[in-house]
């Protein structure tokens, strides 16, 4: 009886913050259909930004409180002999002078020719997780490095990419990133993919260059539901070895004390949500240290703090179709009709 009654507690509480306002926009469906602010900039055939200026392609979006540069950066196309194209002299790069002569690094003067610039829509399959995703590494400076082979310079050089110290602060110059502007106070909550769960991802404050705290929830390859779920009611028997919808403290606890800037411990995918406070007339940079992130969504609740979309497990803005059966809280296998809280492929949600 008690968990029963736990178990209604806490749809209550989630059918009460679901009920609130939020200001959304999705970049990416769950069927895979992108934005028309995506859309108007990317080349249909080969993926390529058709908007490129100076190096960059900018993707402008968002709602009435929420202000959103997309930015996707070129990186250094690669020089090919003209006698065999299949000799690779370095990086197309124009260098200065030597700066640091035991590691090779040169002042870099220009980069002369790029690789294109690509907004693709990609999908975590397993879980029907959308999201789009540029190129380029976030860089705070770039200088130039000679290629040395066996000891030995080879006169080929590659760009070398300064990347974000939280220690010192700062904000991207180049690579991938995307610049929230904000006009009134409340809790953000962005749907992301990181290629690699154990890779830096920083949220930097557009006046201070410091990093700002934030709070995550969803999914990290290869944290499944477990037996000993079943037992504590958080799951049915037929979820076992299904992904496993992970709270703030779960993910963390996978992590290290000593790296609060990585989401998750481990090699693998995480895709779910970052959630962070905001302030009215302040920017916001997201990005990863030495990655790209995917971006599907955002929700933005006014006069609301990031502990408030995090109370329960059930309140995030993944889109994720609805292909596993449904049950509700007393374990009963229900239609898609069914009204009420059911739990489905491990997580619960209001259906109204």
Known sequence: MKKIFTLISVALCAMSVNAQEAETFVAVDQDGNISAEYAAVINPETKEATNVE?????????????????????????KVDPDDPTVNLGQDITIGNLID???????????????????????QGDINFSYVVGTGVPAVFLMAEEIYTDG??????????????????????????????????GALKIGVWANKGNRTTFVVDGDTKQCSPYLVEGYINGQTWKEEDVEAGLCTADQV????????????????????????????????????????????????????????????????????????????????????????????????????????????????
Not at 54 to 78: C, H, L, M, Q, R
Not at 178 to 185: I, L, S
Not at 290 to 313: C, H, M, P, R, W
Request: proline share 3%.
């Open 54 to 78: 100076n190096g960059n392609s900018v993707v402008k979006f968002g709602t009435a409180n929420i202000e959103v540069e997309a930015v996707g950066s070129a990186e250094p196309a690669d």
């Open 241 to 352: 070895g299904q992904k496993k919808w992970l709270s703030n403290d779960e993910i963390r606890a996978l992590g290290s004390e000593d790296k609060p800037w990585v989401i998750g411990a481990g090699n693998q995918p995480f895709w779910g949500n970052m959630i962070l406070d905001v302030k009215a007339g302040k920017t916001y940079w997201l990005f990863q240290g030495n990655s790209q992130i995917g971006f599907q969504s955002y929700n933005f609740y006014a006069g609301k703090s990031k502990e408030d979309l995090t109370s329960v497990e059930t309140i995030k803005t993944v889109a994720e179709k609805a292909d596993g059966a449904r049950y509700n809280l007393a374990g009963q296998k229900v239609s898609d009709s069914y009204k009420g809280v059911v739990l489905q492929n491990g997580r619960k949600f209001v259906v109204k």
């Open 152 to 185: 030995e310079a080879t006169g080929k050089y590659r760009v070398v990419y300064v990347t974000f110290d939280p220690e010192t602060g700062g904000e991207p110059q180049s690579g991938l990133y995307y610049k929230f502007t904000v006009k009134q106070d």
């Open 101 to 123: 002569e035991e590691k090779h690094l040169y002042e870099l003067v220009s980069i002369n020719s790029t690789k294109p610039i690509k907004w693709e829509v990609k999908n």
